[in-house]
Nanobody
């Protein structure tokens, strides 16, 4: 069974850090680009970051550039999102997803999605 499972969300104060994980089972992530998306209540799901399968190139939304870092460990079949200097506006459910095309934040090209993990940034 193909599955993506996110973990690592939680409640953190502004300025704090969280590290999210996206573990795959039932298939290998080696040949997929991976994206992280987020969705706050009443808003559309937006792309946060992605990493390619080929050369590990990365891309970040302007809103998180310099604060978030995406990485992958193919041996562990896992992708990570390190989030630093968190702001209240980062509060959302965070999802990981896979695509076969490359490093892009276009939602339509992503096929497998995880169930999401809640991140809340509040004092």
């Amino acid at each position: 069974q193909v599955q993506l499972v996110e973990s690592g969300g939680g409640l953190v104060q502004p300025g704090g850090s969280l590290s999210l994980s996206c573990a795959a089972s039932g298939f290998t992530l080696d040949y997929y680009a991976i994206g992280w998306f987020r969705q706050a209540p009443g808003t559309e799901r937006e792309g946060v970051s992605c990493i390619s399968s080929s050369d590990g190139s990365t891309y970040y939304a302007d809103s998180v550039k310099g604060r978030f870092t995406i990485s992958r460990d193919n041996a562990k079949n896992t992708v990570y999102l390190q989030m630093n200097s968190l702001k209240p506006e980062d509060t959302a459910v965070y999802y990981c997803a896979t695509n076969r095309y490359g490093s892009s934040l276009l939602r339509g090209i992503y096929d497998y999605w995880g169930q999401g993990t809640q991140v809340t940034v509040s004092s």
